[in-house]
């Protein structure tokens, strides 16, 4: 049996403690370690996006991140965005899009484009479409979820 | 810059509701956008273990045996399972009778006995104490397998000579059995008039094959099942899965157990398009939960989604269609050959069903056949074996257009089916939209564009599909506060909690925020039939309407009973309650509601209904395509869709079922296939090699909302999911013959086989 490490990181601003094997990615450290479900598993392997968070200020896929990896970093998941005031305006542009249909794909969707607009607040479609390449979402054709990243990044400024 | 919303999507309303056709927000949109919603991966329980399961390497193969005692050893294995705990292996043929052949493929499809039909196919699982240790468990079962030649192909299937897959497997031809094994499990027919006196009379006849590659819905949430089989005989099951009683039924059959006796929770699910009815995890984790005592979760890794659960089938077909010089058809006939995989079951009636769905036409034959491969067991995608049909239907009648020099449009109204139109299959179509939806994509903005320079071109393609109905479940409460809680069995897949509490706020008078929904699992709710075939918002909402009606009824009563007066005495209209000639005597529903608490207690209303008079739902894409001639890759250059909805309950959500159908179709059009080795091994199978299309690939996709009210239905509602993904294929097919002069008679028309084709080494 593989030994295993303990890690001390900060989520959403909050230290966070675990011990986690060097096989276990930080996706599934995230979910099944600490226990925080709103970053989801589309593929397990960096093709789909859904599992995105920021790390260190980048968007990565946390599939392909190693959890030890996260030792003395910081970042962001889903579960990060809204406070108890209210919703982030990419969540409040989704709802009002109707840019999710099934939502397994929204998590990393919306992670994604907050590592967007937190670097570029404007943006065109060109732009949108682009940085959203890396995420896959099989329900909505994209139409909508990037209306929705270009309404928020209106109400942002 | 993005174009103006208002002009990319129009609704064509005849009639305006209150509630019904308003934009609100989704009831469960707050948890999807924040990460609470529970989708089935997410779920922990006291105690839960993880279950994985190991499938064959092997396309086809007997096997001889397995020896899974290394595993059982292993520390942290819990329980180990193969095809020997499930109730067929001790049932004998005599004990199942006629019922055999059925229970054999259910059971052998969720962990292979005697033979393995697929790459991919389950042969053993087991339960551990984690993830890991259970995937180096499974390492350490040894399968003797004599491995048998794979058929691929449902051509190669088709042959007398070909490997069989199933020996007990006769063929039912058109009511007859045969005689010999096949691999064809069934010919279908369908007849109307004379096809060949129709051929005769025809100027023009055209007849082509085609051939189209699997695909995969591509849902991005895996599948998954989490069980527990407690001391008490009580099974429970949490599951992402279109239908909650379609799980409870096939896993009570397989472990044969009564219904009552598995519960399932529909947990929050991440896509299905067809693909998440078929259980393949949840009588697996039953069994290993029953041998280790505890909560098993299993959940399939992508590699296992796209070799183990259900693609939509490949297939080759036959089309021909004859026309008089001014493009009148005036016979049809088509022979489908559709792959179901390993065990019999393709889509190949619906696809007969659809592939003339949209003509009147006064002759057609339409021949089917059901062909079993060494391929996943096809599964349902999005109006099941219609895209297929009308990839080679909508690619001659283009042939035909552009032989008499007709416009694309104006030869499908000159055949469209309209009301009293006559299917070959039998049924005669109600009022229906397909006129409408033509007229509308000849008058769009899109069509009246020139195309601009380079090797650019504009297909047209129509889409059909029936649209269904079937049983629902629901019932409402009226709180003390005057909300109303809905409770229902169909699963919300895309927005369908929005739309049935709209009809609800709709039938009652009230406020859309007074509803309040909830999915529910199977012992709470009746029988309720998936969320499939663009049935939820018309037989769920009808459910809603009837059970809100019988709560207006209800409320009627208790208001007479407050007022000492007579039912008949007291009038419902827009969420007031009033008595007819005395105008003091008046209460809002909320005003009622709270005085319903000394007067007799909550009422609740609620209904089992199966609604006949769904109403068939068309489409009409339009799509511009530029085509490089030297890479022969097509790019999208714009794109319109337009469709029926009968009323669009929530015109944000149909227009999201239009453009993620759309989408999905370009996949299926330029990319999307399952790529197997001569082995049958898939070459393929991950999101980077199977490409689904990105944002970066697609323009916005502009829809049209017609509205030809579904005379079956209160609001006029007709089902949208289906029908967006039929014409894609076929309309980009013939853009791309308009943009560089080529035919592309097989799907995916990728790079490669446009060059091949513009460089005339056919296909
Ligand atoms: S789960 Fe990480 S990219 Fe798909
Ligand atoms: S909303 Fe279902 S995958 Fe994006």
Known sequence: MPGVTHVQTTINGEEVNFLCEPRQSLLECLRDVVGMTGTKEGCNDGNCGACTVIFDGRIVDSCLVLGVEAQGKEMTTIEGLATPEGLHPLQQSFLEQAALQCGICTPGFIVAAKGLLDQEPDVDEARVRHWLAGNLCRCTGYDKIVRAVLDASQKMK | ?763
């Open chain 2, 1 to 763: 810059m993005v174009s103006n919303p208002a002009e990319a999507n129009i609704v064509l309303s005849e009639v305006e509701f209150e509630v019904v056709g308003k934009r609100p927000i989704r009831p469960d949109g707050v948890d999807k956008v924040t990460g609470r919603a529970q989708y089935g991966a997410d779920i922990n329980l006291s105690g839960l273990i993880h279950g994985k399961v190991l499938r064959s390497p092997h396309a086809h193969a007997r096997i001889k045996s397995i020896d899974t005692s290394k595993a059982e050893a292993y520390p942290g294995v819990r329980a180990v399972v193969t095809a020997k705990n499930l109730p067929f292996a001790s049932l004998s043929k005599e004990d199942l009778g006629g019922d055999y052949m059925r229970l054999k493929f259910a059971s052998d499809h969720v962990l292979a006995s005697d033979k393995v039909l697929f790459k991919g196919h389950p042969v053993a699982a087991v339960a551990a104490n984690n993830p890991h240790v259970a995937e180096e468990a499974i390492k350490l079962i040894n399968v003797d397998y004599e491995v048998l030649p794979p058929v691929l192909d449902v051509l190669e299937a088709m042959k007398d000579d070909a490997p069989l897959l199933h020996e007990e497997l006769r063929t039912t031809s058109l009511g007859e059995t045969s005689e010999k094994p096949s691999n064809i499990a069934a010919h279908l027919r369908y007849e109307k008039g004379d096809a060949e006196v129709g051929f005769a009379a025809a100027d023009v006849v055209v007849e082509k094959e085609f051939r189209t590659a699997a695909v995969h819905q591509g849902y991005i949430e895996p599948h998954n099942g989490t069980a527990f089989w407690n001391t008490d005989g009580q099974l429970s099951i949490w599951t992402s899965t279109q239908g909650a009683f379609a799980v409870r039924g096939s896993v009570a059959d397989v472990l044969r157990q009564p219904v009552s006796k598995v519960k399932v929770t529909p947990m929050e699910i991440g896509g299905g398009f067809g693909g998440k009815i078929t259980a393949y995890l949840d009588a697996i984790a039953a069994l290993l939960s029953q041998k280790s005592g505890a909560p098993v979760k299993v959940v399939m890794s992508r590699v296992d989604v796209f070799e183990a659960s259900g693609p939509a089938p490949a297939t080759w077909m036959k089309v021909k269609i004859g026309a008089t010089k001014d493009g009148k058809f005036t016979a049809v006939k088509a022979e489908l050959s559709f792959e179901a995989g390993a065990y019999p079951g393709s889509p190949v009636m619906q696809g007969m069903m659809c592939s003339f769905g949209c003509y009147d036409v006064p002759n057609g034959l339409i021949d089917g056949y059901d062909v079993v491969v060494n391929k996943p067991k096809t599964a349902a995608y999005r109006a099941p074996g219609s895209p297929q049909a009308a990839f080679g239907v909508e690619s001659v009648v283009d042939d035909i257009a552009h032989q008499l020099g007709i416009d694309p449009i104006e030869i499908r109204l000159l055949n469209a089916a309209k009301e009293g139109t006559r299917r070959i299959e039998g049924p005669v179509a109600n009022r229906i939209g397909l006129v409408e939806c033509l007229e509308a994509a000849r008058d769009h903005d899109h069509y009246k564009k020139p195309l601009g320079p380079g090797q650019r071109g504009r297909g047209v393609a129509c889409g059909y599909w029936m649209n269904r109905s079937f049983s629902s479940s629901l019932s409402m409460t009226v709180n003390y506060d005057g909300i109303v809680t809905l409770i229902m069995g169909s699963v919300d897949i895309g927005g369908t909690r929005a739309s049935i509490a709209q009809q609800t706020a709709e039938t009652l008078g009230i406020a859309y925020e007074n509803v309040k929904p909830t999915v529910v699992d199977t012992d709470s709710i009746g029988y309720t039939f998936i969320t499939g075939g663009s049935r939820t918002s018309f037989a769920t909402g009808w459910a809603a309407i009837e059970a809100a009606e019988e709560v207006k009824k209800l409320m009627v009563a208790r208001a007479a009973r407050i007022w000492d007066t007579s039912e008949d005495d007291v009038e419902y209209a827009d969420g007031v309650i009033q008595h007819r000639s005395d105008p003091e005597l008046r209460m809002t529903f909320k005003d009622l509601a709270r005085q319903l608490a000394n007067t007799g207690g909550a009422i609740t209303g609620s209904a089992n209904v199966e609604p006949a008079g769904e109403g068939n739902g068309y489409a009409v894409h339009l799509v511009d395509v530029e085509v490089d001639p030297e890479t022969g890759k097509t790019d999208i250059l714009r794109f319109t869709a337009v469709q029926d909805a009968g009323k669009a309950v929530h015109p944000s959500y149909v227009e999201g079922q239009m453009q993620g159908g759309a989408v999905q179709g370009i996949g299926w059009a330029l990319n999307e296939e399952y790529f197997f080795d001569d082995k049958g091994q898939m070459m393929n199978s991950s999101f980077l090699d199977y490409r689904m299309p990105t944002s970066l690939d697609l323009p916005m996709i502009d829809t049209v909302i017609v509205e030809v009210a579904n005379p079956g239905h209160p609001y006029g509602v007709r089902g949208v999911g289906e029908a967006a993904i039929v014409p894609p294929m076929a309309a980009i097919a013939n853009a791309i013959n308009g943009a560089a002069g080529v035919r592309l008679n097989s799907l995916p028309m990728t790079p490669g086989n446009v060059l091949d084709a513009l460089s005339g080494d056919g296909q």
